[in-house]
Every structure is written in C-alpha cells, then in structure tokens.
Nanobody, 123 residues
C-alpha cells in the first residue's frame, strides 16, 4: 500500500509563504490517480484545499484560489502545495491524501490514503 509522508509545515508570519511536500512511497499508481491537500483547524471539520488528477488538472477551494498552488513531480512521486500570502485563518494541520479514480468529488471521505499531517501556524 502506498504511504504518504508530509513535510514543510512551520510557523510563519502573515503574508509569508511555505512549500509543503508529500512523498508517496512506491505502489500501485492507480491508487493515487487523484491527490489532494486537506486541512483541519482545531474544532473544525476537515476541508479540501486543492486536488490534482493524473492529467495535471487542478481544483481549488475558493478560499485559497490564487494563493495556493498544487503540483506534483511524477518522477519523484512527490506532491507539493505552494502557499503564499498566508493568513492567520490558514492555521491548521495540513494533510496529503490520495485515491483512485476521479478528482471531481472533493469530499475527504472519498480519499483512501492519508498522511500524518504537517502543522502550519500563521501569526
């Protein structure tokens, strides 16, 4: 089974930037046809941030469009999330996730594989 490991979180001031990474272990590529980033703040539900499918098509939540960029390096099995113009409301644990099939359905419960998360704190 593919395993996902996030890195790159940290504490930054508002207006700053971070680059989150998610390294996927070798495995059946059909199980990672759609990969995405989710976040969960204390006391709130997990929400989708961005997704990317096997063709490179991207999907963004309205709250982050224009500030966040999702990308992936297929040669290194790594997913990225470039976060710019950070706001205090972006503070959350950020999770990498993957699933087979379409990226059109955004709900977290449709994703099968999850990383352990990386904390982003904006002050």
């Amino acid at each position: 089974q593919v395993q996902l490991v996030e890195s790159g979180g940290g504490s930054v001031e508002a207006g700053g930037s971070l680059l989150l990474s998610c390294a996927a272990s070798a495995g059946d590529p059909s199980t990672t046809a759609c990969m995405g980033w989710f976040r969960q703040a204390p006391g709130k539900e997990r929400e989708g941030v961005a997704r990317i499918d096997s063709t490179g098509r991207t999907f963004y939540a309205d709250s982050v469009r224009g500030r966040f960029t999702i990308s992936k390096d297929n040669t290194k099995n790594t997913l990225f999330l470039q976060i710019n113009s950070l706001k205090p409301e972006d503070t959350a644990m950020y999770y990498c996730a993957a699933k087979g099939g379409s990226c059109y359905v955004p709900w977290p419960n449709t994703f099968d594989l999850w990383g352990q998360g990386t904390q982003v704190t904006v002050s």
